[in-house]
Structure formats: structure tokens, C-alpha cells
């Protein structure tokens, strides 16, 4: 079989070289290298997709298989290492943040192949602020650009989208962007990807608190009634029946959580890998679900 693939991909390669030369004779656009190695990339690329499998009990990604039963319900992730990524390839920081933003579409349909329902992903921070202006407003129209024109794909693939975090300070263009992914999306129920935008772990806890005092005052419960149920369902994650993830992933060699999910995270599994994220594919994220797999989850108790 791998025989025949190789004699398959030769034949395309000398196929393609020969049309690059024809047309290059005849004084049409020629095809440039690198598409040609992106043209041979991605039809590997979807040869590979042919390997994966599911079965009753296994699904089975390349060499690896994973449990069903042991799959997480909500991975969570945190994207780093953009800029890095793009300095090191020498391109602009705002491609660096593409190339992020369509690592994720490919990350979260990945997930929801596998069976994971939830995945969230910690787009832009409270302290993301800070940074220079210029990225921020670049992030702000990436992030508009992308969830506009992804309408459509988040219907076809019946993927319900929710954006959570303080959306007071976001431009308004965004605002009504969110509202209408929001709108289109919201009936389904299988598959859910949550973006956090302008999210403080502490912010979200506060707020919790404010609204449990300010239900008091009025009220509508008492101090018997407070427990860890209320707060969860008062924390921006109670869009997702499961608010807690089961892993988080944060790449680029930073072994923190930065502020994000700071309830939600109480037991959660987490995976650090040194890779940037948009050179986090398929290979990485079943690396991550085989080391999560391999866990004893306890929970703080003794089995």
C-alpha cells in the first residue's frame, strides 16, 4: 500500500514539474515551487486522513490509538508561541496570528472527530491589553474576520460557537459579529467551541461573586443556598454543560496557566508542549490525548 502511494506521488510530482514547464515555455503564470510542495503536501496531508479509523471501543489516529472511553469531554487550550513562530519564520507578527487562527479550525475539527465535545480556547486575555496597539487592533480584525467568514463552515458542520469574556471594550463591528455566530449556531448541541476574548480567570470569579451578593441583597437566595454549584453556574463557562475541561494544552514551552479558568482548572490534566502553536497538528494533539490517556485521574482521593 505505501508502495503504491510513493509510485502515486512520483507520478503527480513529475506531472506537476512537466506542467510548470509547459506553461513556463508558453509564457503563462508558472506554478512556484512552494505551491507545487503545497499542492503534494496537502494531498499526503488527506492520504493520512485515510488512516484514521473508529471502531466500537478505539479510535485510531496514524500509529496511535486512543480509548473512546477515556476521551476528554473539554480540552481548553492555550495558543502561544504566534509571534514567536513568525519571527522565526520571517514573516510579520499578523501571520503569525493567521497562521494561529487556521491551526485552530484544524485543532477544534480534529477534536470534534475524535468525540470531544468542548473545545475552548483562550483567544485574547485581559492583559493582551498591554500590547502594542497595533497588534491588538490587528487581533481584533483577525478575530472579526475569522468568525465572519467561518458562519457558514460552523452551520455546515453543526458546531455551536460561543465567545465568553468582558466584551464591553472589543469594537462594536465585533460585537455584532459575535452576536450573529452566536445566533446561527446556538441550536446545536454535539459539538461546542468556546473562544475567550478579553478573559481574566480572576475577572470571571469576581464577577461570579458580585452576582451571588447582589442576588442576596435582593433576596433571591441565601447564604445556605451558596455552594460550588452556584458558583459555577454564575462563571461566563456555564455556556457548556461541561464547564470544567479535562485537559488543557498550552504550547510553546510556557508552563503556566496564565490566568485562564482559574476555578475551572481545579483538576484538570495539563499537557505543556515546547512546540508554537501553529506548528501544533494532528501528530501533537494525539500526543497530548495518549499522555492524558495514560493518567490516573483521582480527583484528590485514593483509589
Known sequence: MLSLLSSLLSLLFVFLISCCIITNHFSFRPLSLLKLLGVIKFTASRDDDDHYKRDEGTYVVGEEELQRELMPRHVAVIMDGNRRWAKREGLLTSQGHEAGAKRLIEFSELCFKLGIHT??????????????????????????????????????????????????????????????????????????????????????????????????????????????????????????????????????????????????????????????WPDFDKGKLVEALVSYQRRERRFGCRV
Open 119 to 276: 473545545v475552548s480556547a483562550f483567544a485574547f486575555s485581559t492583559e493582551n491589553w498591554g500590547r502594542h496597539k497595533i497588534e491588538v487592533k490587528c487581533l481584533m480584525s483577525l478575530i472579526q474576520h475569522y468568525l465572519k467568514s467561518k458562519i457558514q463552515y460552523f452551520q455546515r458542520e453543526e458546531t455551536r460557537v460561543s465567545i465568553i469574556g468582558n466584551l464591553t471594550k472589543i469594537p462594536e463591528s465585533l460585537r455584532q459579529t459575535i452576536h450573529e455566530i452566536e445566533e446561527a449556531t446556538k441550536g446545536y448541541k454535539k459539538k461546542h467551541l468556546i473562544l475567550a476574548i478579553d478573559y481574566s480567570g480572576r475577572l470571571d470569579i469576581l464577577r461570579a461573586c458580585k452576582s451571588i451578593v447582589h442576588k442576596s441583597e435582593t433576596g433571591l437566595i441565601r447564604e445556605e443556598d451558596v455552594d460550588e454549584a452556584m458558583i459555577e453556574r454564575e462563571l461566563l463557562t456555564n455556556c457548556t454543560e461541561f464547564s470544567s475541561p479535562d485537559l488543557l494544552i498550552r504550547t510553546s514551552g510556557e508552563q503556566r496557566i496564565s490566568n485562564f479558568f482559574l476555578w475551572q482548572l481545579a483538576y484538570t490534566e495539563l499537557f505543556f508542549s515546547p512546540v508554537h
